[in-house]
């Protein structure tokens, strides 16, 4: 006989049929494991294609509606564009078939014509409503509109090859791979380098690095595309060491294998970029939910046998939390396929985000009412939602991989309140004896509880209020330990201040038309592209900001005297000392002349502070008149005179040199230097009328102005700086709050009942997750003239259904399993109690990183919005950034946009500071010992 595996003693007669039995009960269970998982997967891909074309089938409505207009309704917007495609197609056929031309008109009319009733039966244009959209829907799932596919877009450059027609999806396949490139190497990066950051500094709480983590994660959470303009202004603009924008060299090489190093350097920055906008939030999020797995029992029985580090952080902190580290990184993945699109604007980057803005919606920008490709437009659409619901597709697959706990043929159980016999025996016989008690004692008893009831009510709102105002106290002594708190609080309190001086003093009815137009009309007081005034604290030569002397000014002369002829002789003198150290950037004579039939006439003189005399050129004055120093000034004469002045001062069209710039040179130096001192215009003034007159105004602008500079429309950015503080607070404050908290309620609350409410939430979440969502409002918005505040809202609650939810059901579903959840549920506890008492505390930990995150995140939505060319009208922090990035600040007045960025980075870290410090307090793990 044999002997047993678990010892020396011989097996029993019959195990042999025992053990084969047990082998078929396996192989059974084995089977039945796979067949439930295939179903599962079955069923998983079969929603996310049902979202996929359900999401494809609206897109196509929105975009193929009537337009509405004055003189009626106009034909409905891809109807145009195919029929527009197929005429190209009917022209393009004829090209291709020149031997059409040798037949007759009748014949050559009429083969078109087949032609083309062939192409308008294929594109389905003229069937029946509903089958028509289900048919675009089905083309545009499969990347396969027939014929009227090709397109005129260029692809790729080495791709080519001297054609000029272009399948759809030969360039959808070679602008993808460009973003593909772009996200993987940016992922790579932020997966090698957070993880092993994230787990050093949870075994580091409390020291400088990691409050420096901490402090800087909002910060991080900036988009990536606003990265992007510091990055270009800063090592491609100032340093000069990196290429700004696109993909290639303006020098092609030799072979397609030189793209590769061309590529790689041009792709530094927006990977960076992608890397900074991401990587300090992952760690700080990855290092919470590490500290707070770090203080379980079996982690300290860990620590106290003397594992070794390597192998503690990885059996002990990383398994655990593996499923919520996997989850987070894959739905920052999701969430970035949209913001690609910003991010290859900014960058110039041929993806399919580049794609979708510049050649699917073209005419966003101007006043076409038929923009752009349509169908490469609702084609990348699609192709986004396939990016999408891949990646929700393998996180599910990946996420059951990771936790031996769930499998895919597992149901979510559903807990609920079992009572015992003898309490439903109590119940029942106390039922009975109420129904055999009489009316009269009913009703005294019915009274005695009301007033039992209304006692106890009163009693418990006193008691509330004072364990509120105790709570409250505790609450301001434990945030009174950090110091850092504090300073966040006070910015806030700032901001606070800062939003109700914007809406007292600059009421948007009044500021609001000037800020949208342009005050570059009539006569210009304001300089264009301004620093802020303040940058000349930190310099010992003040540079001008405005200097405007009319008439009225203590240092103009003014002298009138009669002619004989009627008329009148006048001399006006302007006096003005210049110390500045910088030659005005503008410099403008306005003349107004009073007359009936004959225009006055003035003559100018220029004296500098070394006595050097320059006539410069009279005119005839009119109604309104400014005089052009660029015409009227003999600049080549003076600087062809001067040796000095012929080393620096240039006339050719590139960059040329201001005329007026010779009134203010220094003659005796040979770099462009100004001459300090007593300057003086002499204008002689003739009238040849009685009661004419001539009527000055001299006006020098410079390089700083006001508060907070100006833009090239000379609006006062100040404006924007102010009214973007209440609407960071509002967008910030109100996203992140209602994101946050409903997510983590939706999240407790599916994960607990389980069932069909955790299916109903997951679902929703998915649908969520596979359509992109933003690129739909874009539409949505061009096309049905809804408001950007109900798109605001629309994603603030999708939001909801989002990465928030999905993380904080990865933590609850481990959570759930806990022994004080059964010991609650033991001793009675209902089903809201433990969802609000024992699961929503345990995860506040991550909430408030949610929160510190969020906040940042949704001020930069509306800027992020307006790269689709939606905007809410006001001055605020992201509409400034995104026009200043755009009208060339980078290049320019780079204050244009350091202002606005520095405020909402500022706003980031206030909310930082506060986060650290409530982190804390409602985390006693992570209070100092």
């Known amino acids: 006989m044999g002997l047993s595996s678990t010892g020396d003693y011989p097996m029993k007669e019959g195990s042999s049929h025992i053990e084969l039995s047990l082998n078929k009960i396996r192989k059974l269970q084995k089977y039945l494991n796979l067949k439930g998982a295939f179903q599962y997967l079955f069923k998983k891909i079969f929603l996310i294609l049902l979202t996929i074309f359900l999401g494809t089938f609206i897109t196509v409505l929105i975009i193929n509606r009537p337009i509405p207009t004055a003189f009626g309704e106009r034909e409905p917007q891809l109807d145009t564009s195919i029929r527009k495609r197929i ?19 009748e014949d050559r009319e009429k083969l078109l014509n087949d032609y083309r009733l062939q192409l308008t039966e294929e594109s389905g244009i003229n069937d029946p409503f509903l089958k028509k959209h289900v048919k675009w829907t089905l083309n545009a799932l499969r990347f396969n509109w027939g014929t009227i596919g090709i397109t005129n877009v260029r692809p790729l450059e080495f791709f080519a090859q001297g054609r000029t027609r272009f399948n759809l999806n030969e360039v959808l396949l070679q602008y993808l791979p460009m973003t593909l490139l772009l996200v993987g190497a940016s992922y790579m990066l932020l997966f090698v380098f ?193 990016l999408l619901g891949t990646t929700v597709f393998f996180l599910d697959i990946i996420y059951v991989l990771v936790d031996p706990r769930i499998r895919l043929v597992q ?27 009489s009316t009269k004692w009913n009703q005294l008893y019915e009274q005695r509880q009301k007033k039992f009831i209304i006692r106890d009510f009163i009693n418990g709102i006193k008691q509330d209020i004072q364990n509120s105002f105790l709570e409250i106290n505790r609450f301001a002594l434990e945030f009174k330990r950090f110091p850092s708190a504090l300073i966040g609080l006070f910015i806030i309190v700032l901001l606070l201040i800062g939003s109700i001086y914007a809406v007292i003093a600059l009421p948007y009815r009044e500021i609001g038309s000037s800020w949208r137009g342009s005050t570059m009309v009539g006569r210009m007081d304001v300089p264009k592209l301004a620093r802020p005034g303040w940058f000349n604290w930190f310099n010992s030569s003040k540079y ?21 002829s009627g008329g009148n002789q006048i001399s006006i003198v302007y006096l003005f000392d210049y110390y500045y150290a910088d030659f005005p950037n503008e410099m403008n004579l306005y003349l107004t002349g009073k007359f009936q039939q004959k225009t006055p006439f003035a003559s100018m003189k220029w004296i500098t502070p070394d006595g050097r005399e320059f006539n410069l050129k009279g005119l005839s004055v009119g109604s309104t008149r400014t005089y052009d120093f660029e015409e009227n000034i003999p600049a080549r004469r003076l600087v062809s005179q001067n040796e000095n002045w012929e080393k620096w001062f240039n ?132 096309y049905l003239g809804i408001s950007i505040w109900i798109i605001f809202i629309i994603v603030i609650l999708l939001n909801v259904f989002g990465a928030p939810l999905k993380s904080f059901r990865s933590v609850l579903l481990q959570i759930r399993e806990a022994p004080y959840i059964e010991a609650a549920r033991a001793y009675g506890a209902g089903s809201i109690r433990i969802i609000m008492k024992y699961m929503v505390p345990r995860i506040i930990p991550i909430l408030v990183p949610q929160l510190i995150i969020l906040i940042p995140s949704f001020v930069f939505l509306e800027a992020t919005l307006g790269l689709f060319n ?41 909310f930082s500071l506060c986060g650290t410090a409530l982190e804390k307090i409602l985390n006693p793990r992570l209070l100092d010992d």
């Open 87 to 105: 005429e190209n197609a009917v022209r393009l056929y004829r090209q291709d078939h020149p031997e059409i031309s040798n037949l007759l008109v």
């Open 194 to 386: 957070g993880l092993p950051l994230a787990l050093f500094l949870s075994q580091r709480t409390h020291t400088w690095y990691d409050r420096l983590i901490t402090w800087i994660a909002p910060i991080s959470s900036v988009p990536s595309w606003v990265i992007g303009i510091l990055l270009i202004m800063l090592f491609a603009v100032e340093l000069k060491i990196l290429p700004a924008f696109g993909m290639f060299g303006t020098v092609p090489p030799d072979t397609k294998w030189g793209y590769i190093p061309v590529i790689a350097k041009h792709m530094i920055l927006p990977v960076t970029a992608i890397f900074l906008s991401l990587f300090f939030q992952l760690v700080y999020s990855w290092r919470t939910i590490f500290v707070s797995f770090s203080k379980e029992d079996y982690v300290e029985l860990g620590t106290a046998i003397g594992m070794k580090p390597f192998r503690f952080r990885r059996d002990y902190i990383l398994k655990p939390t593996l499923p919520f580290v996997i989850t987070n990184f894959s739905l920052l993945l999701i969430s970035f396929w949209q913001m690609t699109m910003a991010l290859e604007i900014i960058f110039q980057w041929r993806g399919i985000g580049w794609l979708f803005i510049n050649v699917g919606l073209p005419n966003f920008w101007g006043e076409s009412m038929y923009p752009g490709e349509l169908i490469i437009a609702v084609s990348l659409i699609v192709l986004f939602a396939y």
């Open 411 to 437: 149901k979510e159980p559903t807990l609920r309140m079992i009572h015992s016999k003898s309490r439903l025996l109590s119940i029942k016989r106390n039922t009975i004896q109420n129904v055999q008690d």
């Open 544 to 564: 001008l900001s405005t200097l405007i002397l009319n008439e009225q000014s203590k240092t103009v002369v003014r002298e009138e005297k009669m002619l004989e």
């Open 651 to 782: 006339f050719t069209r590139i960059f040329p040199t201001p005329f007026y710039y010779v009134l203010f040179a220094d003659p005796n130096v040979n770099s462009p230097k100004v001459m300090n001192g007593l300057y003086q215009l002499r204008i002689t003034g003739i009238t040849f009328e009685e009661a004419s007159d001539i009527e000055t105004e001299l006006v020098l602008l410079g390089q700083v102005y006001g508060l907070a500079g100006t833009d090239y429309l000379r609006r006062d950015l100040s404006v924007p700086l102010f009214w973007g503080m209440p609407f960071a607070l509002i967008i910030g404050l109100f996203g992140s709050l209602s994101t946050t908290i409903l997510s983590m309620v939706l999240a407790a609350t599916g994960v607990w009942f389980g069932g069909w409410v955790d299916d109903l939430i997951q679902r929703l979440t998915e649908v969520n997750l596979v359509l992109p969502i933003l690129m739909i409002s874009v539409l949505a918005y061009a």
């Open 870 to 910: 939606i905007s809410t009208g006001l001055p605020t922090w992201g509409t400034v950034i995104y026009q200043g990035a755009t009208k060339g600040a980078l290049y320019g007045s780079r204050y244009w946009v350091l202002g606005p960025l520095i405020l909402l980075l500022l706003s980031g870290f206030a």
